[in-house]
């Protein structure tokens, strides 16, 4: 039987390369040995503030990303997550089984709540919504980058608790598949390399999206923070910012860090930057032309509905089961 993949990306904003590295170009990999689900969770973006016609479109975007990042969608079940409504109605049933006390630990939830003056009540269940989109796969494995790491601890501390309450395996405890640091699992801002690249920054000088130009990339690029040393090599905990562009560089030209070490010993930063910002554009230019030919009127949405048909199917008969569990009354 082979492996059920699930992951999902929300539409908060332009798609960036921490998120193709970390992610989605795992997606890609995994659909010829797994049976794949990629979801667009666009209910989790509605966890802060959103502009409704943005959202929208930053939706329909992020799933010609996955198509244009090279999830087959004959292959794979592309879908948006409000088509399927059982995910919204499992949050529920799984939020009455998870603890106020699990959910306050959340790092992200303390990063994120703290930059905010309200904090929807939304923010704070967010990662129960999150074990539903998994649990209601059957899920074995789940790529995401590092930072989901404790999200989905709780998935399977939610899938363990129910299976435990009926004695039987009402879910699959679904397992991470998570990148190590220096294989993108973790992409740092390119102006602050403490912090992750995010999508959703204020300043877009911290991150490359998918989608920016060439002149973009070049002047993010150019302008990342580096250090003082002057000296191309891989140590995260004293270069974190060079190691960080060191990472990018590699996974975009297949190079391992002691040859991109060598290739530019005695050149400086600008020269190394140059051609990392070469690498990016040449990069992302297919990725790019994909989007646009899949921007011609319903050619997304027709993948989408295909998608959501399919998910439905898989996700009606765990949320049925679930809700026979707990003694929700349904005929
Ligand atoms: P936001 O800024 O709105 O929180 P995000 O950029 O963190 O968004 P998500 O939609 O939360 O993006 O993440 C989609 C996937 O990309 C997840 O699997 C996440 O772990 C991964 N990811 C996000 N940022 C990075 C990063 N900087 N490095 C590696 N993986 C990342
Ligand atoms: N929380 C995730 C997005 C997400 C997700 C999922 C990832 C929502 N549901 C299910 C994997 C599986 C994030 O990337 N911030």
């Known amino acids: 039987m082979k492996k059920r993949v699930f992951s999902g990306v929300q539409p908060s904003g332009s798609l960036t390369i921490g998120n193709y590295l970390g992610a989605i170009r795992n997606f890609a990999r995994l659909q010829y040995e797994a049976d794949c689900y990629f979801c667009v969770v666009n209910l989790h973006a509605l966890t802060v503030p959103q502009d409704p016609e943005e959202l929208k479109k930053n939706t329909l975007d992020v799933a010609r990303l996955f198509v244009a990042c090279g999830i087959d969608p004959n292959v794979s079940a592309i879908f ?21 006390g699990e959910l306050k630990r959340m790092t992200q939830f303390k990063d994120k709540a703290k930059k905010r ?19 209601l796969y059957n899920t074995d494995l789940v790529p ?28 699959k405890v679904p397992e991470p598949y998570i990148p190590p640091k220096n294989s993108g699992g973790r992409i740092m801002s390119l102006q602050n390399p403490a912090e992750k690249m995010s999508k959703s920054a204020e300043n877009p000088k911290s991150y490359i999206a998918l989608l920016d130009p060439p002149e973009v990339i070049q002047k993010k690029i150019m302008s990342a923070v580096t250090d003082s040393e002057a000296v191309i090599r891989y140590d995260e905990e004293a270069k974190p910012a060079v190691s960080n562009l060191m990472v990018i560089y590699s996974l975009f030209s297949g190079k391992t860090m002691e040859e991109i070490t060598r290739l530019y010993a005695g050149k400086g930063y600008g020269q190394f930057k140059k051609d990392l910002a070469e690498l990016t554009v040449e990069t992302l230019k297919p990725i790019q032309q994909k989007v646009a030919e899949l921007s011609a009127p319903g050619a997304i949405e ?19 089961l679930c809700q026979d569990k707990l003694g929700v009354l349904r005929f």
């Open 144 to 171: 995401v980058g590092e930072d989901q790491k404790q999200h989905l601890e709780l998935a399977r501390d939610l899938a363990l608790r129910v299976n435990n309450r009926f004695r039987e395996e009402v879910f």
């Open 302 to 320: 027709e993948i989408l509905k295909k998608g959501a048909e399919k998910a439905e199917e898989t996700a009606a008969e765990k949320l049925r």
């Open 80 to 100: 948006v997550q409000s088509q399927v409504p059982a995910h919204a109605e499992l949050s529920w049933l799984l939020e009455c089984q998870g603890y106020i």
């Open 117 to 135: 003056e309200n904090v929807s009540v939304g923010l704070f269940t967010y990662p129960v919504l999150m074990a539903a989109d998994i649990l």
